[in-house]
């Protein structure tokens, strides 16, 4: 297998874009007619996320193709849950963006990096962990977490959750240089300098890539997206329903798990 001949690289956000928990899958068709789902990630010795077998076999074919780096908000932990089909990916950015994987081991220069640049260019974790804990409500908060220590989200009910409440906490957090993103049942605050985009700017100076192509769903994958030359989002998302859009990000038709096996066709015509 050759994988240094491409100059591109192909960046992905995982979650909701190439593999889906079983609340996510999104089968609305009928029964006989469900793809046949591949198993990528066991928690608890419970099976968690999935992509269709199809895409399984794309996912192959394209990181003998190019360059592929997962691209994920989640921690290292959570990441190494993950059993994606092929070989282990050469780079994979998690904690969005706050940690670099090289070839699976992590890069402490770039942690330390980033943790420089979150100094400089934002409010510190502690003040926004204390202005989560005074405005969540018990009745709907079911989980606070730290990240990495690089940030904070809430996962919550989100049929007892307010309207307006994460606008209120998103217009709050801006001007102390944070990102609010609600993803299902998870509500996140993320420093803005801690980014897949930054991340991936280290990827393309290190390895002299020449062309970009991503995919994501979620307000934390605009960024990813704007640094692409070409990029595809699913039908869901937040991306989706707040109508987000790019010149060269393409929305695409489909939803669930067939969203992923779509991206990853997508990605390979662009790469043929």
Same mark, same amino acid.
């Given at each position: 297998?050759?994988?240094?001949?491409?100059?591109?690289?192909?960046?992905? $956000?995982?979650?909701?874009?190439?593999?889906?928990?079983?609340?996510?899958?999104?089968?609305?068709?009928?029964?006989?007619?469900?793809?046949?789902?591949?198993?990528?990630?066991?928690?608890?010795?419970?099976?968690?996320?999935?992509?269709?077998?199809?895409?399984?076999?794309?996912?192959?074919?394209?990181?003998?193709?190019?360059?592929?780096?997962?691209?994920?908000?989640?921690?290292?932990?959570?990441?190494?849950?993950?059993?994606?089909?092929?070989?282990?990916?050469?780079?994979?950015?998690?904690?969005?963006?706050?940690?670099?994987?090289?070839?699976?081991?992590?890069?402490?220069?770039?942690?330390?990096?980033?943790?420089?640049?979150?100094?400089?260019?934002?409010?510190?974790?502690?003040?926004?962990?204390?202005?989560?804990?005074?405005?969540?409500?018990?009745?709907?908060?079911?989980?606070?977490?730290?990240?990495?220590?690089?940030?904070?989200?809430?996962?919550?009910?989100?049929?007892?959750?307010?309207?307006?409440?994460?606008?209120?906490?998103?217009?709050?957090?801006?001007?102390?240089?944070?990102?609010?993103?609600?993803?299902?049942?998870?509500?996140?605050?993320?420093?803005?300098?801690?980014?897949?985009?930054?991340?991936?700017?280290?990827?393309?100076?290190?390895?002299?890539?020449?062309?970009?192509?991503?995919?994501?769903?979620?307000?934390?994958?605009?960024?990813?997206?704007?640094?692409? $030359?070409?990029?595809?989002?699913?039908?869901?998302?937040?991306?989706?329903?707040?109508?987000?859009?790019?010149?060269?990000?393409?929305?695409?038709?489909?939803?669930?798990?067939?969203?992923?096996?779509?991206?990853?066709?997508?990605?390979?015509?662009?790469?043929?």
């Amino acid at each position: 297998m050759n994988r240094t001949y491409s100059r591109t690289i192909v960046a992905s $956000d995982l979650d909701r874009t190439l593999i889906y928990s079983a609340a996510a899958l999104a089968l609305t068709m009928p029964d006989e007619d469900a793809p046949r789902l591949l198993t990528v990630e066991v928690h608890e010795a419970r099976p968690l996320s999935y992509m269709t077998e199809a895409a399984g076999r794309l996912l192959v074919e394209l990181a003998d193709a190019v360059r592929f780096v997962p691209a994920t908000t989640r921690t290292r932990k959570q990441y190494r849950r993950i059993s994606l089909p092929g070989p282990q990916p050469s780079y994979a950015i998690c904690a969005n963006g706050g940690h670099l994987l090289v070839g699976g081991r992590t890069d402490h220069d770039w942690n330390r990096e980033m943790r420089r640049r979150l100094d400089d260019g934002s409010a510190p974790l502690a003040e926004v962990r204390a202005h989560l804990a005074a405005t969540a409500d018990p009745e709907w908060l079911r989980k606070e977490r730290v990240a990495e220590d690089l940030f904070a989200y809430l996962v919550v009910d989100r049929d007892r959750l307010p309207a307006g409440w994460v606008k209120e906490l998103a217009a709050w957090a801006e001007p102390l240089g944070w990102t609010v993103s609600l993803q299902g049942r998870k509500i996140y605050a993320v420093p803005k300098p801690l980014s897949k985009s930054a991340a991936l700017a280290e990827i393309v100076r290190r390895t002299g890539a020449e062309r970009v192509l991503a995919a994501g769903d979620s307000l934390l994958d605009a960024d990813l997206l704007l640094a692409s $030359d070409a990029g595809w989002t699913p039908a869901h998302g937040e991306l989706a329903d707040t109508g987000w859009t790019a010149s060269h990000v393409t929305p695409l038709p489909a939803g669930g798990v067939l969203a992923g096996e779509q991206i990853l066709r997508r990605f390979l015509a662009s790469t043929a």
